[in-house]
């Protein structure tokens, strides 16, 4: 029998099956401020032993998770550059300025294809040229694997890495 696949795209398309909602119920809960969830400090421990970390964070959710290493990487007053349709933009409402105090500078892809090294060089190139630059440079360009609708392979990010 062939199973249903399970739509894990959002946290707000995944419906629960029988089975996960019988295992939630089930589940050993407790408060995860003071570590005292089973589930949670088993899976960042696991997590931190898969990666070779001393420790690792559990987010529910992945504007949490873009939002934190947004901030662990800009101080205030800092630019983040992004494609003008990247998904942190877009769909975050406003979240790089509200919890990094950082601004976003867009810079267009390539003809709408996925932009290249090249690509995110010119836009950051032409951004020094049009303005004084009294101002520091960025210090953060968001490249992930999901832009507005569109996924981008992950070769094609460790591409314009290195």
Do not use: W
């Not at 960042?44 to 559990?58: I, K, N, W």
């Not at 409402?93 to 090249?118: H, M, Y």
């Not at 060089?121 to 832009?147: D, E, F, M, P, Q």
């Amino acid at each position: 029998m062939i199973q249903p696949s399970i739509d894990l795209r959002s946290d707000t398309i995944t419906r629960p099956t029988s089975d996960m909602l019988k295992a939630m119920y089930e589940a050993k809960t407790g408060d995860d401020v003071f570590a005292e969830d089973p589930a949670a400090v088993e899976l960042q421990e696991r997590c931190a032993a898969l990666f070779g970390h001393e420790s690792a964070l559990y987010c529910p959710s992945g504007t949490m998770t873009n939002q934190i290493a947004i901030n662990v990487h800009v101080r205030p007053g800092d630019e983040v550059v992004c494609d003008r349709k990247s998904h942190i933009y877009n769909y975050e409402g406003g979240g790089i300025a509200r919890n990094s105090g950082a601004s976003v500078r867009l810079i267009e892809g390539d003809n709408g294809r996925f932009r290249s090294l090249s690509n995110i060089c010119k836009g950051i190139t032409k951004l020094l040229h049009n303005r004084v630059l009294r101002k520091k440079a960025c210090n953060y360009n968001c490249s992930k694997n999901k832009r507005s609708k569109h996924h981008i392979p992950c070769l094609f990010i460790v591409s314009i890495m290195h």
